[in-house]
């Protein structure tokens, strides 16, 4: 069992930044690959970003991409979303979750661990 917590959300103006942090409790997520989500209210959760477990290769969704950065960082054991020219439709729950799929995870069902959620919300 994985037990994963992001940290980082909050309020911030469009146009400005916020970096989400992704760390297991109590066990390392090493071996699997990472992805981050997110849910607006009244809309299915949608992909947003994920990472090889080498933290080599990000894949982003068409939406983020050119403004959000995945990276992550095996000696501190965290995964990083770093999000810059934040838009108002980036408000959002976002979940950071770990997948054992050996290609890339674009879908929920391909992950088996989930985080809590950090609550994003960009003002206009």
Sequence with gaps: QVQLVESGGGLVQAGGSLRLSCAPSGRTFSGYLIGWFRQAPGKEREFVATITRSGVTPYYADSVKGRFTISRDNA???????????????????????????????KTYE????????QVTVSS
């Design 76 to 106: 501190k054991i965290t995964v990083y979303l770093q999000m810059n020219s934040l838009k108002p439709e980036d408000t959002a729950v976002y979940y950071c979750a770990a997948s054992r799929f050996t290609g890339w995870a674009t």
């Design 111 to 118: 992950y088996d661990y989930w985080g809590q959620g950090t």
